[in-house]
């Protein structure tokens, strides 16, 4: 047997371990929310004394961090997919827009803890963001990315865009739009679409909406898009 052997038995039950921890733990926010999540209390229902837990995971913050690192690559994955299936079709950015949007929502609807815990909660703790950032940037790229495309295939009507953006707000902008090489125009478009969608998917979870459009959700969710790629599109 070798040393590496032993190595790689440890890495595996470690990992297993710390899946299993996981588990409890979201089972633990879908029960009562972030606020109701006690290292104590997992440790508990593994058999495991706190201290045991603590060299997995330090501090209840580290866990967190984690669970919201998977949410956000499982939510990064779910659109990428959509993009990708948009290429394949050789769907106009639009329409691969309205496809990765449909993935968001169904995303949202089956992973409604782990879409509470990174969208609909403000954690005290969670205050070292860029342990999270590129995971969050991971979904976001990919609606910059069939934002460029539509820029590039002439859809946006940035001129109408343009004149719609107050100056302070290009002012922002500007920078991180030359860093992209996109106009900023492109780039508040983008945001437009990605708040538009996040915010009619965030009504409709939390029961914001009234009972007739609640009735007719992905319609509604649906009609809310193409709105929106309407009025920044070229007419």
């Not at 899946?19 to 006690?38: Q, V």
């Amino acid at each position: 047997m070798t040393d590496a052997e032993p190595a790689t038995r440890r890495a595996l039950r470690r990992a297993e371990t710390e899946a299993e921890i996981k588990a409890l733990a979201w089972d633990a926010l879908r029960e009562s929310g972030p606020h109701g999540l006690s290292l104590r209390d997992v440790a508990r229902q593994m058999g495991m004394a706190p201290s045991a837990l603590y060299r997995y995971f330090p501090s209840r913050t580290e866990l967190l961090d984690q669970l919201i690192l998977d949410a956000f690559e499982s939510i990064g994955e779910e659109v990428t997919r959509a993009y990708d299936h948009g290429m394949r079709a050789e769907a106009d950015p639009f329409e691969t827009f309205v496809l990765i949007a449909h993935a968001y929502r169904a995303w949202a609807h089956s992973h409604r803890a782990e879409y509470a815990l990174i969208f609909s909660t403000a954690l005290a703790e969670h205050d070292d963001a860029h342990k999270t950032s590129a995971a969050a940037l991971r979904s976001f790229g990919v609606l910059q990315r069939v934002t460029a495309d539509a820029v590039e295939a002439g859809m946006f009507d940035l001129s109408r865009i343009e004149r719609l953006l107050p100056a302070a707000l290009h002012t922002a902008l500007q920078g991180m739009a030359d860093e992209q090489g996109v106009p900023a125009a492109s780039l508040v478009a983008g945001y437009w679409c990605y708040t538009t969608m996040h915010g009619a998917i965030s009504l409709e979870l939390n029961g914001h909406l009234p009972p007739p459009v609640l009735d007719t959700s992905a319609e509604y969710f649906e009609s809310a898009i193409r709105a929106m790629l309407e009025q920044i599109g070229v007419q």
